[in-house]
């Protein structure tokens, strides 16, 4: 079966930067996009960018150009979402989720999420 | 504030029907396939609609997705008080170019 399994929590200091791992198992990991969203607290989704894993290629929101980058390594089927320059209001759970399709922008299963907490 | 609005909350009795509205604009819901999303508090989103709707496999036929120009619909129909949860539409906003979601609607089952 399809899993998604994120790194665990992480607490970091203003201006820092995290890195988030996503490791899938149970598909073919070069053949569906992964995509990045994140939750602040109380707060509604928040779609941050995608990788194809099959090339590398990414496209991140504008939201968060210039401060995030996503990558992938195929030889453990692991996506991982770095952001730079952290800010208390990027306090967030960061979630990674399987695309339906490589063209599809459904997400038909998540990671279990990450809790990112930056503070002084 | 979000591209895609929904109302913050609706609310029905067990048995009855629910209607979540989503609304959006020509370059998003328009022209892409909508997707739904079922969340419970401290747990991440589940997929319950997509391709407007398209139930995935164990998806209970109670739920069903609907597309009308620059608005979407999820209906629960025979709600039961495990179908309380945040529910949010989501699609891609081609303006954007960019994946974008509603602000989420708190079903309660009264």
């Known amino acids: 079966q399809v899993q998604l399994v994120q790194s665990g929590a992480d607490v970091k200091k203003p201006g820092a930067s995290v890195k988030v791992s996503c490791k899938a198992s149970?598909?073919?990991?070069?053949?569906?996009?992964m995509h990045w969203v994140r939750q602040a607290p109380g707060h509604s989704l928040d779609w941050m960018g995608w990788?194809?894993?099959?090339?590398?290629?990414?496209k991140y929101s504008q939201s968060f150009q210039g401060r995030v980058t996503i990558t992938r390594d195929t030889s453990s089927s692991t996506a991982y979402l770095e952001l730079s320059s952290l800010t208390p209001a990027d306090t967030a759970v960061y979630y990674c989720?399987?695309?339906?399709?490589?063209?599809?922008?459904?997400?038909?299963?998540w990671g279990q999420g990450t809790l990112v907490t930056v503070s002084s | 504030q979000s591209v895609l609005t929904q109302p913050p909350s609706v609310s029905a009795a067990p048995g009855q029907k629910v209607t979540i509205s989503c609304s959006g604009s020509?370059?998003?819901?328009?022209?892409?396939?909508v997707s739904w999303y079922q969340q419970f508090p401290g747990a991440a989103p589940k997929l319950l609609i997509y391709?407007?709707?398209v139930r995935p496999s164990g998806i209970p036929d109670r739920f069903s997705g609907s597309k009308s120009g620059t608005s979407a619909t999820l209906d629960i129909t025979g709600l039961q008080t495990g179908d309380e949860a945040d529910y949010y539409c989501?699609?891609?906003?081609?303006?954007?170019?960019?994946?974008?979601f509603g602000g989420g609607t708190k079903l309660t089952v009264l």
């Open positions: 989720a399987k695309s339906k399709g490589l063209g599809s922008k459904s997400l038909d299963h």
């Open positions: 149970g598909y073919t990991f070069t053949s569906y996009a």
């Open positions: 990788i194809n894993p099959g090339n590398g290629n990414t």
């Open positions: 020509s370059s998003n819901i328009e022209e892409t396939f």
């Open positions: 391709e407007d709707n």
């Open positions: 989501g699609t891609w906003d081609s303006s954007l170019s960019a994946g974008v």
